[in-house]
């Protein structure tokens, strides 16, 4: 039962365009949701994350939407540049369980120059 | 500010083996989390602790894997006895407890079992 979802295993984009990453998730108690980047033989790190009672959050080149009613969220980063080939993790939060995280299966994003 | 420690990088044992994984938590984070990361489930949870208590093990796949956390400062996940489906990447995190601190990862252990 995955109640995260990242349904594109992979994204191709060409330098200075925009990225733009999807996530839809199923449980209607996650309140706090979070992206996050990750290099080859490295761990995950935190990109940027937006609350259940906001719709955007922005910060700099990124930009995180959310869409409650359809229980979806995206990830758009522009300009998109080579040093954001990574993956991109889509995760959710319920309720105040101490910060227990569910992740989605992540999209590997390739930025060509 | 030191990050999520996490020993060994890699670790290659045979089937049957015990295997011992180590995690240093960032100072001041009360909040511990180990994750397993293989290609066809992802990023799973197996437990978490806060303030050194086991909260949620629900994802310990079985009675082979035991965690524990005696101090604040470390933690260890432990398989016994190994098998080849054991092989992924396991990732220690920690976090501060409360509102929306995000979590921190270690660069995880590799582990191969053959």
């Known amino acids: 039962d995955q109640q995260v979802k990242q349904n594109s295993p992979s994204l191709s984009v060409q330098e200075g365009r925009i990225s733009i990453l999807n996530c839809d998730y199923t449980n209607s108690m996650f309140d706090y949701f979070l992206w996050y980047k990750k290099y080859p033989a490295e761990g995950p790190t935190f990109l940027i994350s937006i609350s259940s009672i906001k719709d955007k959050n922005e910060d700099g080149r990124f930009t995180v939407f959310l869409n409650k009613s359809a229980k979806h969220l995206s990830l758009h980063i522009v300009p998109s540049q080579p040093g954001d080939s990574a993956v991109y993790f889509c995760?959710?939060?319920?309720?105040?369980?101490?910060?227990?995280?569910?992740f989605g299966q992540g999209t590997i994003l390739t930025v060509h120059p | 500010d030191a990050g999520v420690i996490q020993s060994p990088r890699h670790e290659v044992t045979e089937m049957g083996q015990e295997v011992t994984l180590r995690c240093k938590p960032i100072s001041g984070h009360n909040s511990l989390f180990w994750y397993r990361q293989t290609m066809m489930r992802g990023l799973e949870l197996l437990i978490y602790f806060n303030n050194n208590v086991p909260i949620d093990d629900s994802g310990m796949p079985e009675d082979r894997f035991s965690a524990k956390m005696p101090n604040a400062s470390f933690s260890t996940l432990k398989i016994q006895p190994s098998e080849p489906r054991d092989s992924a990447v396991y990732f220690c995190?920690?976090?501060?407890?409360?509102?929306?601190?995000?979590?921190?990862f270690g660069n995880g252990t590799r582990l191969t079992v053959t």
């Open positions: 995190a920690s976090s501060r407890t409360g509102g929306v601190s995000p979590l921190h």
């Open positions: 995760a959710a939060r319920g309720g105040t369980s101490y910060g227990k995280l569910t």
